[in-house]
Nanobody
Framework: QVQLVESGGGLVQAGDSLRLSCAASGRTFSGYAMGWFRQAPGKEREFVGAITWSSGKTYFAGGVKGRFTISRDKAKSMVYLQMNGLKPEDTAVYYC?????????????????????WGQGTQVTVSS
């Protein structure tokens, strides 16, 4: 059973940085893609970024490109979302997700429906 546990959320000021962690367990993740999504109050869940476990290739939503980075530590089965230059509009619950990679088509990384497993989320609040 795959388990994803996020940590590292909190309350920060605009312009600050924060690193979220996702501890992944339950199987080897070779061939998986790991994604980060977020959901603000009253809004739909949206894609933030993703990384392929094997190659480390990353994908980002336009609104965070250049500010956020994603990395993974294979030995520790950890995925990280480094967030720099945080803005109040980044306030949301951030979720880690894992996709087994089935039925992949170009652009799959951006869609929450493609992911098979989800963490419980961690709150990030950015004050102005």
């Amino acid at each position: 059973q795959v388990q994803l546990v996020e940590s590292g959320g909190g309350l920060v000021q605009a312009g600050d940085s924060l690193r979220l962690s996702c501890a992944a367990s339950g199987r080897t993740f070779s061939g998986y893609a790991m994604g980060w999504f977020r959901q603000a109050p009253g809004k739909e869940r949206e894609f933030v970024g993703a990384i392929t476990w094997s190659s480390g290739k990353t994908y980002f939503a336009g609104g965070v490109k250049g500010r956020f980075t994603i990395s993974r530590d294979k030995a520790k089965s950890m995925v990280y979302l480094q967030m720099n230059g945080l803005k109040p509009e980044d306030t949301a619950v951030y979720y880690c997700a894992a996709a087994q990679g089935a039925n992949y088509v170009t652009g799959s990384h951006y869609y929450s429906e493609w992911y098979d497993f989800w963490g419980q989320g961690t709150q990030v609040t950015v004050s102005s």
